[in-house]
């Protein structure tokens, strides 16, 4: 990323965005990948190896000398008579900005303590002139983007063990009940904000809960709350065993820190939809960069670091859905 500021201070506009994109994005994606695929892939971005068509996927197709306005190489298919770029076809096709800038722009928003403005003032010091409304805009339209990817990673990876508990959250003013469950380990199984605290959410969050895990506890563990009994026998079925602790608050209130913290400086959301986007792309996000330790051994800084670049640059290329 510091390779990126340098250069916008040296460099005229467009020269930053080729920059930019092949500097930081692509160099991130080479270090994901195997020799033969670094090999082709710097070819594509070379535009000496031909991309395969996004609408007819035939491999015949011919490199452009027109670049889009974003430095983006075109390509065209004879096949169906169409002309593409990499981005064709991926969800942020239609926008101005470069993919990297929107995605960092949706990460940083999810991950740290910033609001819209925050964004947008960072970014206007790498020289993109950017309103926080459209930050805002790129929330609504990818952190759902961010959950639904995370989410699919970790179906059948929940322990056998799960915690589930409710915390409040405040939403237009009115207290809501953000359901969370975490296995034994304190990773995030799921999370669902619901309106109310009754019988029906925790029946949907159960429900919820298997789907994304894509399998049965053995034993469950749960606050007093009497909704729960019925429920768990209902959708998780009578050889589960439940236990309902009232120590379990020591477990899960750690847990429930972190988005606490995110939305304290926030002051409430101002609609539930919108709260709801938030906390489950937020939890989402922490869940998938958190530093696990095996046997509660501390995590030397150092590899913290570097599995927090990994991820983080593996995260940024899934999402971009380029085509390679
Ligand atoms: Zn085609």
Same mark, same amino acid.
């Given at each position: 990323? *510091?390779?990126?500021?340098?250069?916008?201070?040296?460099?005229?506009?467009?020269? !930053?965005?080729?920059?930019?994109?092949?500097?930081?994005?692509?160099? &991130?994606?080479?270090?994901?990948?195997?020799?033969?695929?670094?090999?082709?892939?710097?070819?594509? *971005?070379?535009?000496?190896?031909?991309?395969?068509?996004?609408?007819?996927?035939?491999?015949?197709?011919?490199?452009?000398?027109?670049?889009?306005?974003?430095?983006?190489?075109?390509?065209?298919?004879?096949?169906?008579?169409?002309?593409? #770029?990499?981005?064709?076809?991926? %969800?942020? #096709?239609?926008?101005?900005? %470069?993919?990297?800038?929107?995605?960092?722009?949706?990460?940083?928003?999810?991950?740290?303590?910033?609001?819209?403005?925050?964004?947008?003032?960072? /970014?206007?010091?790498?020289?993109?002139?950017?309103?926080?409304?459209?930050?805002?805009?790129?929330?609504?339209?990818?952190? %759902?983007?961010?959950?639904?990817?995370?989410? *699919? &990673?970790?179906?059948?990876?929940?322990?056998?063990?799960?915690?589930?508990?409710?915390?409040?959250?405040?939403?237009?003013?009115? !207290?809501?009940?953000?359901?969370?469950?975490?296995?034994?380990?304190?990773? /995030?199984?799921?999370?669902?904000? *619901?309106? =109310?605290?009754?019988? =029906?959410?925790?029946?949907?969050?159960?429900?919820?809960?298997?789907?994304?895990?894509?399998? &049965?506890?053995?034993?469950?563990?749960?606050?007093?709350?009497?909704?729960?009994?019925?429920?768990?026998?209902?959708?998780?079925?009578?050889?589960?065993?439940?236990?309902?602790?009232?120590?379990?608050?020591?477990?899960?209130?750690?847990?429930?820190?972190?988005?606490?913290?995110?939305?304290?400086?926030?002051?409430?959301?101002?609609?539930?939809?919108?709260?709801?986007?938030?906390?489950?792309?937020?939890?989402?996000?922490?869940?998938?960069?958190?530093?696990?330790?095996?046997?509660?051994?501390?995590? %030397?800084?150092?590899?913290?670091?570097?599995?927090?670049?990994?991820?983080?640059?593996?995260?940024?290329?899934?999402?971009?859905?380029?085509?390679?």
């Amino acid at each position: 990323m *510091s390779c990126w500021v340098t250069k916008d201070n040296r460099s005229s506009g467009s020269e !930053w965005v080729i920059t930019f994109y092949f500097g930081y994005s692509f160099g &991130k994606v080479l270090s994901e990948l195997s020799v033969g695929d670094r090999i082709a892939s710097f070819l594509i *971005s070379r535009g000496e190896l031909l991309m395969s068509c996004p609408h007819c996927l035939s491999t015949s197709t011919s490199k452009r000398k027109h670049r889009t306005s974003l430095a983006y190489r075109t390509f065209f298919c004879p096949g169906c008579g169409r002309r593409f #770029n990499r981005r064709t076809g991926s %969800p942020f #096709n239609d926008l101005q900005f %470069p993919t990297d800038v929107v995605l960092l722009a949706v990460l940083w928003r999810l991950r740290y303590k910033l609001s819209f403005r925050d964004v947008a003032e960072l /970014l206007l010091q790498r020289g993109f002139v950017i309103s926080y409304e459209t930050i805002r805009a790129w929330e609504f339209r990818f952190a %759902p983007l961010v959950s639904e990817n995370l989410r *699919s &990673k970790r179906r059948g990876s929940a322990g056998v063990s799960w915690y589930l508990d409710e915390t409040c959250i405040k939403v237009g003013g009115q !207290w809501r009940y953000l359901y969370r469950a975490i296995d034994r380990a304190g990773n /995030l199984l799921d999370s669902m904000l *619901s309106e =109310h605290r009754d019988k =029906h959410a925790a029946r949907r969050f159960l429900r919820r809960l298997l789907d994304t895990a894509g399998e &049965k506890p053995l034993r469950m563990t749960t606050d007093k709350h009497p909704a729960y009994t019925k429920a768990i026998r209902w959708i998780v079925g009578r050889k589960v065993l439940h236990r309902q602790n009232q120590y379990l608050n020591n477990r899960m209130e750690q847990s429930h820190r972190s988005i606490k913290q995110r939305y304290y400086p926030m002051l409430g959301f101002q609609n539930f939809e919108s709260a709801s986007r938030f906390c489950s792309a937020f939890d989402e996000l922490r869940n998938y960069l958190r530093a696990r330790s095996v046997d509660d051994e501390p995590v %030397p800084a150092s590899t913290r670091r570097e599995i927090f670049t990994g991820k983080w640059s593996a995260l940024m290329t899934e999402l971009a859905g380029e085509i390679s």
